[in-house]
């Protein structure tokens, strides 16, 4: 029985002044390595295969938390954000214009304007999802993470999610029954590594 561990990237200068990255290649910033560098996959997550989107934020990650270079896949590409890429959310949702709202105000079908809903995500992961046969690491974004748990969870955009991501944390789904575990667990945190 396989298990999917999600893991989100580290902070990116765009994550910390807020901007909405998307598909933006944006690296993590210098803090970010540094506390990442600091961080391992707890047993028996360190021994999985280790797969990332290709965008360099999540690569980077899977790299310093694992220990090697993971596998990379489109499928875990981050949200198409399109007109709304590069902006700020709280500029945004200041704009009853715009059409931003708040994910608990989603449904499967919210559309940026030029950019990708929440079911063409999952039916971008499906396959990928399909082809998972041991246990696995994904380090990813927030958007594919959001995707992933909202299956998992039986939630559907509408009203407060029932999980809370967070970084430096696994969420664990089994892909048999395609249920999640409630609680995430945490990265193993030491002064050093090797």
């Not at 390595?33 to 021994?47: G, K, N, R």
């Not at 949702?93 to 989603?106: K, V």
Request: proline share 7%.
């Amino acid at each position: 029985m396989s298990k999917l561990a999600l893991l989100r990237h580290g902070h990116t200068a765009w994550n910390r002044a807020g901007r909405i990255q998307g598909r933006s290649d944006i690296p993590l910033d210098e803090q970010a390595q540094t506390e990442l560098a600091c961080y391992s996959l707890p047993s028996p997550w360190d021994q999985a295969m280790v797969w990332s989107s290709p965008l360099a934020r999540a690569a980077q990650t899977a790299q310093l938390v694992s220990g090697r270079e993971p596998l990379k896949s489109e499928a875990l590409t981050e949200m198409n954000w399109g007109a709304w890429e590069g902006q700020h959310g709280t500029d945004l949702i200041a704009d009853p214009a715009s059409g931003y709202r708040h994910i608990e105000d989603w449904s499967w079908d919210f559309l940026p304007p030029g950019g990708e809903s929440p079911a063409e995500i999952w039916q971008r992961l499906e396959p990928w999802l399909a082809n998972i046969g041991e246990n696995t690491v994904a380090v990813c974004h927030i958007g594919i993470m959001r995707v992933i748990l909202a299956r998992a969870w039986g939630w559907d955009f509408d009203g407060p999610a029932p999980f809370k991501i967070k970084r430096n944390r696994l969420y664990i789904v089994d892909m048999e029954s395609m249920r999640p575990e409630t609680d995430p667990i945490r990265l193993i945190r030491q002064e050093t590594r090797i």
